[in-house]
């Protein structure tokens, strides 16, 4: 039986927890809304981008140079894999469920006789590829502070990346990463960098084809289609960069909100089995008192 | 006189978004001065200035693009701009600063940075198109 002191030290340290955890949730709270407010600037930019892109996409005849980006190299046997986690933890299941993730895509794609290389993005997720699977690691890029750097840490991902590609280092580029739905929750996604997978903007490209239809191009299509393509590649990992931000911010207001809401359940039970304690005492006193007044 | 809507994006943010008479972009092959009703053109666009003007032909801003892609049709303008700052802004000590340091480094990249920093300069020191 915990004696009355000790009871009162555990409801004074999960009182100190509880006011960490709302002051955290807080945080994010607020982190949250600007990180939401930036992931809905850099909206526009990448719609429209897309949508340039789509009415450019079939003038890419043949795979050389750059166009590469669209058309691919012809062969799919090395695979680069980006997870995009959190640079710190407290965040509920947001990290590990991006490393589980990237581990079951690595080993699939690794069954099927190809092979991997990892970049990772965030401490947690370099953290843990670099204890399970540290030979595969080309590069890691952490502390990217994507909500005040801005676009600028895209670029240093983007141009490693295409820098590595054009030296025909690998085929293909797939992105793991956690899609902001909602506040409280995310879903991991994968998406297909390198080569561009247009098909999901096909859609609009037929709604909008008699229009798209008489552009006049300045210099010329190919031109266009060259600056635009390493741009999309920038802007497409920008995009992700800041979901995986407000995701992060997100997820970790849920967290910080439930770990509040069990440090109060247990401080309202610690604070039941104190008074109990405390009236069992009393009681067993009062009963001493009386027996020994009896006895006299 | 009719308007276009003329949009300027960034990466991070919808710079500008309004009703204008008269914009001069700097296209790749030479500048374009893009009016009501103008015909469809997609051009990519080379460091320089971004003039917008109101339906009377006064200069309402001028901005400094570091390249980027305009696409063009008889209602909108829009312009895809990777970096984006005000002429009024832009500090001449600096840049010229920026210029010497870049000069003595080699390699493609600050060469580009090289370029853009140069066209910022112009930008600042030219005023053509301030009246048209």
């Known amino acids: ?296 | 006189m009719a308007t276009i809507s003329f949009d300027l994006v960034s990466p991070e943010n919808l710079v500008f978004n309004d009703e204008v008479g008269t914009i001069i972009v700097p296209g790749k092959d030479g500048d374009l001065g893009i009016l009501p009703g103008h015909s469809k053109v997609m051009s990519s666009l080379r460091p320089g200035r971004v003039m917008v003007y109101s339906e009377d032909k006064n200069l309402i801003k001028s901005f400094f693009v570091s390249g980027g892609f305009a696409e063009i049709n008889p209602e909108k303008c829009i312009v895809l701009a990777e970096s984006v700052v005000e002429v009024n802004s832009l500090e001449k000590t600096s840049i010229e600063k920026e210029i010497q340091e870049l000069e003595n480094k080699e390699g493609k990249e600050s060469e580009e940075q090289l370029s853009v920093a140069k066209a910022k300069l112009e930008a600042i020191n030219v005023n053509y198109y301030d009246k048209i």
Do not use: H, W
């Open chain 1, 1 to 296: 039986m915990p004696s009355l002191k000790d009871i009162k030290t555990q409801i004074n340290s999960v009182g100190s927890t509880k006011k960490i955890t709302s002051a955290m949730k807080m945080v994010a709270a607020s982190k949250l809304r600007r990180s939401q407010e930036k992931a809905e600037a850099a909206r526009p930019y990448s719609s429209r981008l897309e949508e340039m892109l789509s009415s450019l996409a079939s003038s890419a005849a043949s795979g050389e140079g750059i166009i590469k980006l669209l058309t691919g190299t012809g062969n799919d046997q090395n695979y680069v894999v980006v997870p995009v986690s959190a640079d710190r933890g407290l965040c509920g299941g947001f990290n590990s469920s991006i490393n589980r993730e990237t581990f079951k895509l690595v080993k699939s794609l690794e069954g099927n006789g190809k092979k991997v290389q990892l970049m990772p993005v965030g401490k947690k997720s370099r953290d843990f590829f670099n204890r399970v699977m540290k030979d595969q690691i080309i590069e890691s890029f952490v502390d990217l502070n994507v909500s005040s750097t801005g676009y600028e840490s895209a670029l240093n991902i983007s141009n490693k990346l295409q820098e590595l590609y054009f030296d025909g280092k690998f085929d293909k580029c797939i992105l793991v990463f956690n899609k902001f739905k909602s506040a409280i929750s995310q879903e991991v996604t994968q998406q297909q960098l390198i080569p561009l997978d247009v098909s999901n903007s096909e859609k609009e490209e037929e709604k909008e084809n008699s229009s798209n239809a008489i552009y006049d191009y300045e210099p010329d299509e190919e031109t266009i289609l060259k600056d635009l393509l390493p741009k999309n590649v920038s802007i497409q990992i920008f995009k992700v960069l800041l979901e995986s931000d407000a995701g992060e911010q997100g997820a970790r207001m849920a967290a910080m909100d439930n770990a509040t809401r069990n440090a109060g359940e247990m401080i309202d039970s610690l604070t039941l089995k104190y008074n109990r304690t405390r009236q069992a005492f009393i009681t067993k006193e009062l009963i001493e008192i009386i027996s020994g007044a009896e006895s006299i």
